[in-house]
C-alpha cells in the first residue's frame, strides 16, 4: 500500500510463506514491507554446530547461516516488498553458547575483548550478507533491541538482568554495537534502536543514546507500540515528539493493540483507538515529523504472539475487523 510516504509493514513468520496462497491477497493488498517475527534473530542466524566444529579458528568469529530467512527473502523480491532486518544485538533469542569459551551453552563465558569481536563478526556478515546479495532489499536495521529497562537495568537503564551482552562486554554494548553497524552498513540502510515502551522512558533512552547519537552512529528510533486499549495516547505522542525533536527518524515498529475479550464493544473500542494512532501519527507526519514506516506485528488475531488478547487488523478467519476500516483510511488519507 503506498502511504503517506510511509512504509506499511507486517511480520511474518515462516508458517505464513508455506501458506502463501492463503495469505498473499491480505498481505500485499496491504503491506509493502515485511519484518521476519524471527527467523533474522541471532538464534535463528547463529550456527553452534558448525561454529564448535570450527574451533578454535571460529573463535572470535563464529558461523552463520541464512537458511531462515530464504522464504521472506524470495517472496519480497517477487512482490516488491522491503524488508526491516530484526535484530543483531538482543539480551533474548540469542543462544547462551555464543558467549561461552568453548561455544556449549554450559561454557565459561568469555570477555568483553573477545566478545566484541564476536559483535563485530557477526554484524559484519549479517550486513555483508545483505549488501553483497540483495542491495535493494532491506530499509531498516534493528541494530540494537531492548536494552534499557528501569526495572531490569543498572543506575543509567541499561539492561543487566538476564543479559549476556551486559556480562560480557559491559553497559556500553548498545553503543558497541551501533559503532560496528554504523562501520559496516556502508550508508545502505536506516540504522535503529528498537524498544518496547518507549512512552514511558522516553528520556532514559534519549540519555543512554546521546553519544551514539552525536557521533553520528544512528539513525532513528523504533517504537515498538505493543499496547492495549485506553493506555495513555499522550504519553505515546509526546514520546515521538520528544525522539523527533532529539533529531531521530521515527518508525512504529511492532504495532498490536489488545484487548481484553471480544466483544462488540471491545472491538469497536479497538477500532477508536487504532483510528486515533493513525489520525496522530498522520497529523505529526503532516506537520513535518519524520515518521518514515509503521509496522503491525502480525497478520491475523489467530497468528498473533497475543492471539488471547486479538491486538491485530484481520481477524482469524483474515476478514478485516472494525480496526482496519478506521486504520487505514485515517493513516494513509483515503
Ligand atoms: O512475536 C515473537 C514471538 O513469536 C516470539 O516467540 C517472541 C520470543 O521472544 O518474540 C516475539 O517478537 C518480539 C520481538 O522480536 C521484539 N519485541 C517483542 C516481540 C514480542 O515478544
Same mark, same amino acid.
Given at each position: 500500500?503506498?502511504?503517506?510516504?510511509?512504509?506499511?509493514?507486517?511480520? !511474518?513468520?515462516?508458517?505464513?510463506?508455506?501458506?502463501?496462497?492463503?495469505?498473499? #491477497?491480505? *498481505?500485499?493488498?496491504?503491506?509493502?514491507?515485511?519484518?521476519?517475527?524471527?527467523?533474522?534473530?541471532?538464534?535463528?542466524?547463529? #550456527? =553452534?554446530?558448525?561454529?564448535?566444529?570450527?574451533?578454535?579458528?571460529?573463535?572470535?568469529?563464529?558461523?552463520?547461516?541464512?537458511?531462515?530467512?530464504?522464504?521472506?527473502?524470495?517472496?519480497?523480491? /517477487?512482490?516488491?516488498?522491503? !524488508?526491516?532486518?530484526?535484530?543483531? !544485538? &538482543?539480551?533474548?533469542?540469542?543462544?547462551?553458547?555464543?558467549?561461552?569459551?568453548?561455544?556449549?551453552?554450559?561454557?565459561?563465558? *568469555?570477555?568483553?575483548?573477545?566478545?566484541?569481536?564476536?559483535?563485530?563478526?557477526?554484524?559484519? $556478515?549479517?550486513?555483508?550478507?545483505?549488501?553483497?546479495?540483495?542491495? #535493494?532489499?532491506?530499509?531498516?536495521?534493528?541494530?540494537?533491541?531492548?536494552?534499557?529497562?528501569?526495572?531490569?537495568?543498572? $543506575? /543509567?537503564? *541499561?539492561?543487566?538482568?538476564?543479559?549476556? &551482552?551486559?556480562?560480557?562486554?559491559?553497559?556500553?554494548?548498545?553503543?558497541?554495537?551501533?559503532?560496528?553497524?554504523?562501520?559496516? /552498513?556502508?550508508?545502505?540502510?536506516?540504522?535503529?534502536?528498537?524498544?518496547?515502551?518507549?512512552?514511558?522512558?522516553?528520556?532514559?533512552?534519549?540519555?543512554? @543514546?546521546?553519544?551514539?547519537?552525536?557521533?553520528?552512529?544512528?539513525?532513528?528510533?523504533?517504537?515498538?507500540?505493543?499496547?492495549? *486499549? =485506553?493506555?495513555?495516547?499522550?504519553?505515546?505522542?509526546?514520546?515521538?515528539?520528544?525522539?523527533?525533536?532529539?533529531?531521530?527518524? @521515527?518508525? !512504529?515498529?511492532?504495532?498490536?493493540?489488545?484487548?481484553?475479550?471480544? %466483544?462488540?464493544?471491545?472491538?469497536?473500542?479497538?477500532?477508536?483507538?487504532?483510528?486515533?494512532?493513525?489520525?496522530?501519527?498522520? %497529523?505529526?507526519?503532516?506537520?513535518?515529523?519524520?515518521?518514515?514506516?509503521?509496522?503491525?506485528? =502480525?497478520?491475523?488475531?489467530?497468528?498473533?504472539?497475543?492471539? =488471547?488478547?486479538?491486538?491485530? @487488523?484481520?481477524?482469524?478467519?483474515?476478514?478485516?475487523?472494525?480496526?482496519?476500516?478506521?486504520?487505514?483510511?485515517?493513516?494513509?488519507?483515503?
Amino acid at each position: 500500500m503506498k502511504c503517506n510516504s510511509l512504509y506499511i509493514g507486517t511480520a !511474518v513468520p515462516n508458517r505464513v510463506f508455506s501458506e502463501w496462497g492463503k495469505y498473499s #491477497d491480505v *498481505v500485499t493488498k496491504s503491506f509493502n514491507c515485511f519484518t521476519p517475527e524471527n527467523e533474522m534473530k541471532p538464534d535463528a542466524l547463529l #550456527d =553452534g554446530e558448525g561454529s564448535r566444529a570450527a574451533l578454535p579458528e571460529s573463535y572470535t568469529h563464529a558461523k552463520i547461516r541464512f537458511l531462515s530467512c530464504e522464504p521472506i527473502i524470495k517472496t519480497a523480491i /517477487s512482490t516488491g516488498a522491503k !524488508v526491516r532486518l530484526h535484530t543483531l !544485538v &538482543w539480551h533474548s533469542q540469542t543462544p547462551d553458547w555464543f558467549f561461552t569459551e568453548d561455544y556449549t551453552d554450559g561454557g565459561a563465558l *568469555v570477555g568483553r575483548d573477545v566478545m566484541l569481536c564476536r559483535m563485530e563478526s557477526y554484524i559484519h $556478515d549479517v550486513l555483508s550478507y545483505f549488501i553483497d546479495n540483495y542491495p #535493494d532489499l532491506i530499509y531498516a536495521v534493528d541494530v540494537v533491541n531492548e536494552a534499557f529497562d528501569r526495572d531490569a537495568g543498572d $543506575d /543509567s537503564g *541499561v539492561r543487566r538482568k538476564n543479559n549476556k &551482552w551486559y556480562a560480557t562486554v559491559g553497559d556500553d554494548y548498545y553503543y558497541q554495537a551501533l559503532r560496528f553497524a554504523k562501520k559496516y /552498513s556502508d550508508g545502505k540502510f536506516g540504522l535503529f534502536y528498537n524498544d518496547y515502551a518507549c512512552m514511558y522512558k522516553p528520556d532514559m533512552i534519549l540519555s543512554n @543514546l546521546k553519544n551514539a547519537r552525536d557521533e553520528g552512529l544512528i539513525d532513528g528510533i523504533g517504537m515498538q507500540s505493543h499496547l492495549t *486499549v =485506553g493506555e495513555n495516547l499522550g504519553l505515546y505522542f509526546d514520546a515521538m515528539k520528544k525522539f523527533a525533536d532529539a533529531g531521530y527518524e @521515527l518508525q !512504529v515498529t511492532e504495532l498490536d493493540i489488545g484487548i481484553k475479550e471480544k %466483544s462488540k464493544e471491545n472491538l469497536r473500542l479497538q477500532a477508536e483507538y487504532y483510528g486515533k494512532i493513525a489520525d496522530g501519527i498522520a %497529523s505529526l507526519k503532516a506537520s513535518g515529523t519524520n515518521i518514515t514506516a509503521l509496522t503491525v506485528w =502480525g497478520i491475523s488475531d489467530a497468528l498473533s504472539w497475543r492471539h =488471547g488478547e486479538y491486538p491485530l @487488523l484481520f481477524d482469524e478467519n483474515l476478514l478485516p475487523k472494525p480496526a482496519y476500516f478506521e486504520f487505514f483510511p485515517k493513516l494513509c488519507g483515503i
